[in-house]
């Protein structure tokens, strides 16, 4: 989970990078309206800084944000312009009412550690969507498509900021083990160095179908999702 200076450095990153939330949202927004057209209210469940969660209050009317890190959620609500941004657990929440769409998007379903919390955010979901409602799940990487070993490099620049994200990814078992390396300088300060650690499960897809299922969902892939690694879409029943 991002807290701190890990949380800045993320926001500054992928928005210096360019990475296209305004096309990602569209792309889901026209997946739940094809499912459901008259849906105007969304959830978006880890919805970190935001980025997601602005351009999706551009094409739905109730957008509502939820998200563990409380660093995430500093960073987020004066970005957002009033939007909500709530502080929960995907494994576990409760909003009090229901929603025509739930997301969960850049993997962030890969923070849960085994089948039981995977169906356990699954259900979560599920009880937030009015029926006939679409959940969007972008999934982490399959364990046959993971690349062992692999390593991505990237530097951008934001302002006055030089960011460096060096990161390196190796397989344990059913896991990926991520180390990512920040070099981060301004004028002043000049360089600084900074590492965190993540691990990723890597679920089979036969497991995210069993969620939505347990879930009382529908379920299919598609493989061309935004980052490359497919979306589950799933209509709750």
């Given amino acids: 989970m991002y807290e701190g ?8 990153f992928y928005r210096g990078r360019g990475k296209d939330y305004a096309s990602e949202a569209a792309q889901v927004a026209r997946l739940v309206r094809d ?24 094409v739905f ?7 563990l890190s409380a660093a995430m959620i500093e960073l987020a609500r004066p970005q957002l312009d009033g939007i909500p941004v709530l502080q929960g657990d995907m494994r576990g929440f409760a909003l009090d009412r229901e929603f025509d769409a739930v997301t969960c998007m850049f993997s962030s379903i890969g ?34 498509d993971f690349l062992d070993g692999y390593v991505a490099g990237d530097v951008v620049r934001d302002g006055d900021l030089t960011i460096s994200r060096v990161s390196h990814s190796v397989r344990a ?7 990512i390396h920040w070099v981060v300088a301004d004028p002043v300060n000049g360089p600084r160095h900074q590492v965190e650690h993540y691990e990723i499960t890597l ?9 939505f299922i347990a879930a ?22």
């Fill in 5 to 12: 200076a890990f949380a800045e450095l993320y926001d500054r």
């Fill in 35 to 58: 499912r459901r057209p008259s849906a105007s209210s969304l959830l978006d469940v880890a919805c970190g800084t935001g980025a997601h969660l602005r351009r999706f209050a551009d």
């Fill in 61 to 67: 009317d109730d957008v509502t944000g939820l998200e």
């Fill in 111 to 144: 923070h849960m550690r085994d089948s039981a919390e995977l169906e356990r955010a699954l259900a979560s979901f599920a009880h937030h969507l009015a029926p006939g409602g679409v959940v969007v799940v972008e999934p982490w990487w399959f364990p046959e």
């Fill in 173 to 179: 078992g059913d896991t990926t083990r991520m180390e």
């Fill in 203 to 211: 679920f089979e897809r036969q497991q995210y179908e069993k969620a």
């Fill in 216 to 237: 009382g969902c529908s379920v299919e892939y598609l493989a061309d999702g935004p980052s490359g690694r497919g979306l589950f879409i799933g209509v709750r029943r």
